[in-house]
């Protein structure tokens, strides 16, 4: 059983903090901001998309962002080396790898991530823009979920999540879908991309809403579609909708629409998630 640690680190003083050696990147990653026995994936995202920013530039907007979760990351030094993978007119491909120094001195894969940044361009393509659907509960009437020590997973303690319709964790729900509001509570010097990677993966799968009782699941992979935007309520929640799409042999096929305080589109993610049950 993992224990609350008594001091927390806002994501900002973790990117600050970050050094750079070469194409290598490293980060200090503290306790408070775990998930299990590992980091939490959207931290371990947003430190990846910042390493790649720093080697490769952050003139174009992230489009999409692949990411295998390889291997547990535990708190302490992590190191990400960065490849240019190909640059094109408009289109810049960046690879990731995650490491981490075990006790015996082995260097452990945690991560393996593929960024696609890539610059506007004129088009006749009418702009096709989803429309954010009304949910049960806005963020004022919706269930603010606690942070209870020892039960829920550490980095929850820098989010404020309320529950707004569909299933929640380990109910019995005959729901297949959430919808939630989220924010950080510290969001000064994390940007609108990097909070669009963290909020969305930070919300369990509707499929653990099935159980009647706790079972443990983690992200095996996860693929991420961004829209580059510009959020007017920087301290505003953010909205994720997830939906489970199919089960079965212990695992789910999931989507999730992240939309921004003021209701525009943000990101559409696909995970792929094992659940012990």
Known sequence: MSHAPNKTTPLAQLLTDRQRQGQ???????????QGRTTFGG????????AMRDICGADWPLRALQTNFV???????????????????????????VLQTNDQGETQIGGVLLGVFGSGRASSVPHLRPVQPAVAHDENTAFKWPYVPDVMPDFLQH????????????????DWHSRTHVKLHATQGVDAELQTVMLADAGATPALGQLKGFAPASSVSWALELRPVDVSKPDGFW???????ATGEGYVNEKTTLWTPDGQLAAFGYQVVAIYA
């Open 24 to 34: 290598r990147i490293s980060f200090t990653v503290t306790s408070d901001w775990q």
């Open 43 to 50: 931290l371990l995202s947003v430190l990846v998309v910042q």
């Open 71 to 97: 291997g547990p990351v535990s708190p302490g030094t992590m190191h990400v080396d960065v490849t240019l993978l190909r640059q094109g007119k408009n289109v810049r491909q960046v690879q990731a790898h």
């Open 159 to 174: 989010l404020d999540v309320r529950h707004a319709e569909g299933a929640m964790p380990f109910t019995g729900s005959p």
């Open 239 to 245: 909205r994720m909708d997830k939906d489970a799409l």
